[in-house]
């Protein structure tokens, strides 16, 4: 069976748009947006992306607020949490 790692995938996310022709500052961007919801997971004991469900998305954006940064800031995050998860998966 095929363990769907986080961290694998997020290297083939960067491939992705960067086949897109996305701009190197959209693609830094997402990356660390990424890693750091990765780093989220990680501290919840998820490391099979399939193990992901909603609320996990709303407590990463929760922390982000509690930690002080920005609605615009946790949007952004949110954009690229969404934007990974809807790529075609290969």
């Keep these: 069976m095929e363990l769907y790692e986080p961290r694998q995938l ?3 996310f960067v491939e992705y748009l960067s086949e897109l ?5 959209t693609i830094i961007a ?3 947006d990424l ?5 989220f997971l990680v501290s ?3 490391t099979d992306i399939r193990e992901v469900v909603k609320a996990d998305i709303d407590g990463f954006i ?6 002080n940064y920005t ?10 949490i969404r934007t990974f998860f809807q ?3 290969k």
């Design 10 to 12: 997020i290297t083939k």
């Design 21 to 25: 022709k996305k701009s190197q500052h």
């Design 30 to 32: 997402y990356k660390k």
């Design 35 to 39: 890693e750091q919801f990765v780093g």
């Design 44 to 46: 919840q004991d998820k």
């Design 62 to 67: 929760q922390k982000l607020l509690t930690d």
């Design 71 to 80: 609605k615009k800031s946790a949007s952004r995050k949110l954009n690229s």
């Design 87 to 89: 790529i075609p998966k």
